[in-house]
């Protein structure tokens, strides 16, 4: 396969959090092309099982390569820890996740090897922020805590509000208790939260977000592998966004957190690929 | 067929919110024994399109009657909504959804024809209790309001709580200042918070349990066809539990709604049937 340096990025979630990652993109890398792809119809990917996870990715991949991307990014935690190591080398351009950008961040930055991670009860239930941690370093102690909570509060728009504040105050008070001073934001919504559960985790804990660290990932490999777009023929849609279900609810979330109107989003028969 | 007045009521649920159904059948069936599906592993229905939950309550079904039950109720409203009238008349008992019920008490009871309806973004989407008020009764207005946060508040055992009150009052104060007389809990969770919202809602407001008037429609279905148990062989384990996906969460909430322990969970591979 030739490169095309101005080919798109392929990012995937299993629904609208991924938005949060493509955010990082379009912000950190804005010559680059993006299409989306959110499992509106299969969300949430949590619950489902690891071979279940690793079917469903390798029908998004199928269905990002048919769109000639150059890249791919697995913008879901649950697909990251199933199913990117399984299937990063199936296909013939580079996948990378939101697991490993994170956590390389936090065990640089700990101090006290005292390192928090926050995330849907799938995520934190893998334990896969744990495992990629001690095999950066053996000795970091990992605190995990799930926040079902978090999810609809920020599909709901409550994003500066004292009622998240409050749930956030709940939900993060074992981990002051443990005394973290490096927090994974381990959730593609959480990010969202940023000065909330900064407020409520005090100036002294670093808050790190995978989506950020992911952009700059990316940033790198495409710079290194000479991928990187000129950034000459900047098209009028450079962004492009496929659903699998119920494409409204995408299209609010999408223009609520996005820098522009996302007026475009196409239903496509995942199954099929 | 024949009728075996001993045989199991079957229940299903899109996971674990149909037990506050099989919770109100215990109640007011004592002498019933109760199969339960909770299909944890394809959750939440809501988001799927209608072709999908025909083909989901299918499979259930025909799990079912392997395990003969001698009625079927769907304790889903999105099933209910979606798949119910369809397939029904497919199978060889009486298949009862948690819609009508509950309906046909709020229009009976209603003074003012002002019913307000809570459930999930995808039940109030639907619009399936303005359709079935209507049919009784064409002057009724049918109030929706999607409370998204509420099943994950639930799920969290948050139940008689501040936040979950506070939460409660910012959803309900639109219906309040639409001065509805009735108040329909339209999902499957909604009855645990009960409390929170008729304290929030007033007196003067009737809360229908929709759960709890299924229980009383299978019940005078069942006398009426003669085939209420006799109740003379209770058995040890009157109730069995089935899931599609990850027992655990499914036995703790179980655990923490009905009145003894669930001990039994068994996965079963649903896409089999």
Redesign the interface.
Known sequence: MTIDKEAPIGVFDSGVGGLTVAREIMRNLPSEKIVYFGD??R??YG???RE?IIRYSRQIIRFLLEQHVKAIVVACNTASAFALETVKHEFPVPVIGVIDAGAQVAAAETKNKRVGVIGT?GTIGSGIHETVLHRLDPEIRVLGKAC??FV??V??GWLHDP?TT??AA?YLRELKDQDIDTLILGCTHYPLLRSTIGQVMGEHVRLVNPAYETALELKALLTDSGMLSGGAAQEEFPYRFFVS??AD?FKSFANSILPYDVEMTQKIDIEKY
Do not use: C, F, Y
Request: no cysteine.
């Open positions: 509106t119809a969300v949430p619950s489902k099982s279940t009860e079902p909570l609809p509060l599909e709901e009622l409050e749930v709940r279900d119920l609810k």
